[in-house]
């Protein structure tokens, strides 16, 4: 445990960003796994539909610096290939 007033400040802040995080981050891998069940169902319409709500959380989270925007751009470019591979393919 901390023992300077300023320590003490910086784990309260860290707990407090952690959690921040960790509410964001779930929320955006629990989109992308609804748009891989969508793909894995061949269901087109629904895997464009939550490919845009999945690209929106993501870029948020990298906007906020949950995640680095590489790192986004990265997902984002992955989950599109794959529903356009569905798309061409039904």
């Known amino acids: 445990m901390p023992h300077h007033k300023d ?8 707990e407090k960003r952690r959690a921040h995080n960790r509410h964001y981050r779930s929320r955006m891998r629990n989109q992308i796994k609804r748009v891989r069940a969508a793909i ?18 993501i870029h948020r989270n ?3 610096g949950v995640i680095h925007r590489n790192a986004a751009a990265r997902r984002i470019s ?13």
């Not at 320590?7 to 860290?14: C, G, M, P, S």
């Not at 992955?78 to 039904?90: I, Q, S, T, Y």
Request: hydrophobic share 45%.
């Open 7 to 14: 320590a003490i400040k910086r784990l309260k802040q860290n």
């Open 40 to 57: 894995e169902e061949g269901n087109v319409e629904v895997a464009q539909t939550e490919l845009r709500t999945a690209m929106s959380v």
């Open 62 to 64: 990298a906007s906020k």
């Open 78 to 90: 992955r989950l599109n290939k794959a529903v356009k591979k569905l798309a061409v393919g039904a």
